[in-house]
């Protein structure tokens, strides 16, 4: 009803009809341009104009002015009521004013309005359609005669003279409408057929979007995980950081400031050969010899100065000297004093002497121990601790590694390589990390769990619970199977082989391929030729995946399959290959 009502508001007052190009007088009124132009071309002979609806006059022809907006609702009302957008056929006898048709006459090939039928079925009896503009395609090509039968054999329309003397003579015809009638009856029952179909997709398109969105979801709870994650690593790097700067900060406050403690005491020491040596001089510009000897003696005190001490260096000559001294009473007296006071040196001089010797000799070991002390702090100062430093950074940065896998849900094990599985011809590293072929024989005692027909090794662990990665890397050497294996694995014969028996799963690498084997089962994967490689398990899952840790990181492959034992990583080298396990 709403429809019909808006219909009727956008109908032309002249045609009745919905608006072709809508126009507006200056009084305000709707038309469409070819109506409102018909109308004024007839009052152009009167020379007076008007309105048709208000009958508002013009001295002049007015202007007409394009009325977008509503030619817009027009063009949204076809759209949204594509049934209601009728062929816009109008009646071919109405040439002052189009008004649209209601039926066609395929004798007359004419279009008629409601009062023109009228007329036109009281005189003839034609045979009448839906309002058409197009008369040629319902009549024959040949006889010009009206499409009245249909040929299955031919799914042609025929006209009767093509069923009498045509080339369809002699066909089963039937009637159009028959005919029409049939073929949608065989379209119904193919478009019950598609329902389903399309129900089926519909459904699907349905999981696919609920997949989707359950992606999608779980992308953005990955997203915010990682954020907090990369949140959580930049304070712990902040804190490994601030920790490294703090050690690097204290072995220097350290060093620093017993380099300022030797400083001070060289300084001290500068400052007293100043002194000293402004003396000297001082002592040097002494003119009168008696008293600049005297004074020297007093002020200089060399211990390597044979001469001032008599020639001997103060050493003791004989045995007379010493008992001189102990004699006369002064035993604490040095000897070389004495020797003063025998050669008849007057006894002030000999006094001041020994007493600017004993200072000497004291000033002397207190020499010694600061040059003790100075080279002491020399050893101490010598650089900062950089290994301290750099096991402070590499404690933090493994705390972190440790933090970030275990946030992650799986460990990153240790994983040594067990040598009495090892075949004689593999090499295994002091570390045990790395398995080579050389082509060497390794003498190795004998080992019941030793590989006997292929170049594999096992690793010493196994795994029987949780989430566990590591990663390997191959010398592009070779050829280069990482995977893993039950420990019951056969160790001779062509079913020991990693990945030929059901009790192992394995990345085979060699040139630019890789396969992946399960039970002599490959599979060949079309992928890069990096040299590196993830392994990851989830033993309760399940799931075995490979990765080639190219950049970015590739998904190779994932096996699946119900652990029923302990898997150890395996490994199989041949041809001078090479694997280490880098994690």
């Given at each position: 009803?709403?429809?019909?009502?808006?219909?009727?508001?956008?109908?032309?007052?002249?045609?009745?009809?919905?608006?072709?190009?809508?126009?507006?007088?200056?009084?305000?009124?709707?038309?469409?341009?070819?109506?409102?132009?018909?109308?004024?071309?007839?009052?152009?002979?009167?020379?007076?104009?008007?309105?048709?609806?208000?009958?508002?006059?013009?001295?002049?022809?007015?202007?007409?002015?394009?009325?977008?907006?509503?030619?817009?609702?027009?063009?949204?009302?076809?759209?949204?009521?594509?049934?209601?957008?009728?062929?816009?056929?109008?009646?071919?006898?109405?040439?002052?004013?189009?008004?649209?048709?209601?039926?066609?006459?395929?004798?007359?090939?004419?279009?008629?309005?409601?009062?023109?039928?009228?007329?036109?079925?009281?005189?003839?009896?034609?045979?009448?359609?839906?309002?058409?503009?197009?008369?040629?395609?319902?009549?024959?090509?040949?006889?010009?005669?009206?499409?009245?039968?249909?040929?299955?054999?031919?799914?042609?329309?025929?006209?009767?003279?093509?069923?009498?003397?045509?080339?369809?003579?002699?066909?089963?015809?039937?009637?159009?409408?028959?005919?029409?009638?049939?073929?949608?009856?065989?379209?119904?029952?193919?478009?019950?057929?598609?329902?389903?179909?399309?129900?089926?997709?519909?459904?699907?398109?349905?999981?696919?979007?609920?997949?989707?969105?359950?992606?999608?979801?779980?992308?953005?709870?990955?997203?915010?995980?990682?954020?907090?994650?990369?949140?959580?690593?930049?304070?712990?790097?902040?804190?490994?950081?601030?920790?490294?700067?703090?050690?690097?900060?204290?072995?220097?406050?350290?060093?620093?400031?017993?380099?300022?403690?030797?400083?001070?005491?060289?300084?001290?020491?500068?400052?007293?050969?100043?002194?000293?040596?402004?003396?000297?001089?001082?002592?040097?510009?002494?003119?009168?010899?008696?008293?600049?000897?005297?004074?020297?003696?007093?002020?200089?005190?060399?211990?390597?100065?044979?001469?001032?001490?008599?020639?001997?260096?103060?050493?003791?000559?004989?045995?007379?000297?010493?008992?001189?001294?102990?004699?006369?009473?002064?035993?604490?007296?040095?000897?070389?004093?004495?020797?003063?006071?025998?050669?008849?040196?007057?006894?002030?001089?000999?006094?001041?002497?020994?007493?600017?010797?004993?200072?000497?000799?004291?000033?002397?070991?207190?020499?010694?121990?600061?040059?003790?002390?100075?080279?002491?702090?020399?050893?101490?100062?010598?650089?900062?601790?950089?290994?301290?430093?750099?096991?402070?950074?590499?404690?933090?940065?493994?705390?972190?590694?440790?933090?970030?896998?275990?946030?992650?849900?799986?460990?990153?094990?240790?994983?040594?390589?067990?040598?009495?599985?090892?075949?004689?011809?593999?090499?295994?590293s002091e570390d045990q990390t790395t398995a080579t072929n050389s082509g060497e024989k390794?003498?190795?005692?004998?080992?019941?769990?030793?590989?006997?027909?292929?170049?594999?090794?096992?690793?010493?662990?196994?795994?029987?619970?949780?989430?566990?990665?590591?990663?390997?890397?191959?010398?592009?050497?070779?050829?280069?199977?990482?995977?893993?294996?039950?420990?019951?694995?056969?160790?001779?014969?062509?079913?020991?082989?990693?990945?030929?028996?059901?009790?192992?799963?394995?990345?085979?690498?060699?040139?630019?391929?890789?396969?992946?084997?399960?039970?002599?089962?490959?599979?060949?994967?079309?992928?890069?030729?990096?040299?590196?490689?993830?392994?990851?398990?989830?033993?309760?899952?399940?799931?075995?995946?490979?990765?080639?840790?190219?950049?970015?990181?590739?998904?190779?492959?994932?096996?699946?399959?119900?652990?029923?034992?302990?898997?150890?990583?395996?490994?199989?080298?041949?041809?001078?290959?090479?694997?280490?396990?880098?994690?």
């Open positions: 009803m709403a429809s019909a009502d808006l219909r009727d508001k956008l109908n032309c007052s002249i045609c009745l009809s919905l608006y072709t190009d809508p126009v507006s007088l200056r009084c305000g009124h709707d038309f469409c341009r070819p109506c409102i132009v018909i109308v004024l071309d007839a009052q152009e002979a009167a020379g007076v104009y008007s309105c048709p609806d208000c009958r508002a006059e013009y001295p002049e022809r007015p202007a007409l002015e394009k009325n977008r907006k509503l030619g817009n609702i027009v063009e949204r009302f076809f759209s949204s009521h594509p049934d209601m957008a009728d062929t816009r056929v109008f009646c071919t006898y109405c040439t002052k004013s189009p008004v649209p048709a209601v039926k066609s006459c395929l004798q007359c090939e004419n279009s008629l309005c409601e009062d023109h039928l009228t007329a036109h079925n009281k005189s003839m009896d034609h045979i009448l359609t839906e309002p058409t503009g197009s008369f040629g395609n319902k009549k024959c090509s040949i006889h010009n005669k009206f499409l009245e039968y249909y040929c299955p054999q031919d799914a042609a329309c025929l006209c009767v003279s093509c069923c009498l003397v045509g080339k369809h003579r002699g066909h089963q015809v039937e009637p159009l409408d028959e005919a029409s009638e049939k073929k949608k009856e065989k379209l119904r029952k193919y478009l019950d057929e598609l329902n389903p179909q399309k129900a089926e997709i519909q459904t699907r398109v349905q999981n696919l979007h609920h997949h989707k969105g359950n992606i999608q979801e779980k992308a953005s709870e990955k997203r915010d995980k990682v954020s907090k994650l990369f949140m959580d690593i930049k304070k712990h790097l902040e804190m490994a950081e601030k920790k490294a700067l703090s050690e690097i900060s204290r072995q220097e406050e350290r060093i620093v400031s017993q380099i300022i403690h030797l400083i001070k005491i060289l300084e001290i020491q500068e400052d007293e050969l100043s002194r000293k040596m402004r003396d000297v001089e001082e002592m040097c510009r002494v003119t009168d010899p008696i008293r600049f000897l005297q004074e020297s003696d007093i002020t200089v005190c060399s211990p390597g100065n044979d001469e001032d001490r008599g020639g001997d260096g103060g050493k003791i000559n004989s045995e007379d000297d010493l008992d001189v001294g102990l004699v006369s009473g002064q035993a604490d007296v040095p000897v070389s004093d004495t020797k003063v006071q025998e050669n008849g040196t007057d006894p002030i001089t000999v006094l001041q002497e020994s007493d600017q010797g004993a200072a000497c000799s004291a000033t002397s070991m207190a020499a010694e121990e600061e040059e003790a002390a100075v080279s002491e702090l020399y050893e101490i100062a010598d650089d900062l601790d950089e290994v301290l430093i750099s096991l402070t950074v590499h404690r933090s940065m493994r705390d972190i590694v440790t933090s970030v896998t275990s946030e992650l849900g799986f460990h990153v094990p240790d994983i040594l390589m067990d040598v009495d599985t090892a075949n004689t011809y593999v090499k295994l390794q003498y190795r005692p004998k080992s019941p769990g030793r590989f006997l027909s292929y170049f594999q090794v096992l690793s010493r662990c196994g795994f029987s619970s949780g989430q566990h990665y590591w990663e390997v890397e191959w010398n592009r050497i070779g050829r280069c199977d990482i995977g893993l294996s039950y420990p019951s694995i056969e160790r001779r014969g062509t079913q020991s082989g990693i990945g030929y028996n059901d009790k192992s799963w394995c990345l085979a690498v060699y040139d630019a391929i890789r396969e992946v084997l399960h039970n002599s089962i490959g599979l060949t994967l079309n992928v890069n030729t990096c040299p590196k490689f993830g392994v990851l398990l989830d033993y309760e899952a399940g799931r075995l995946s490979f990765y080639e840790l190219c950049d970015p990181i590739r998904h190779l492959h994932t096996f699946t399959a119900s652990f029923t034992e302990p898997l150890h990583a395996a490994f199989y080298v041949y041809d001078g290959a090479s694997v280490t396990i880098t994690s």
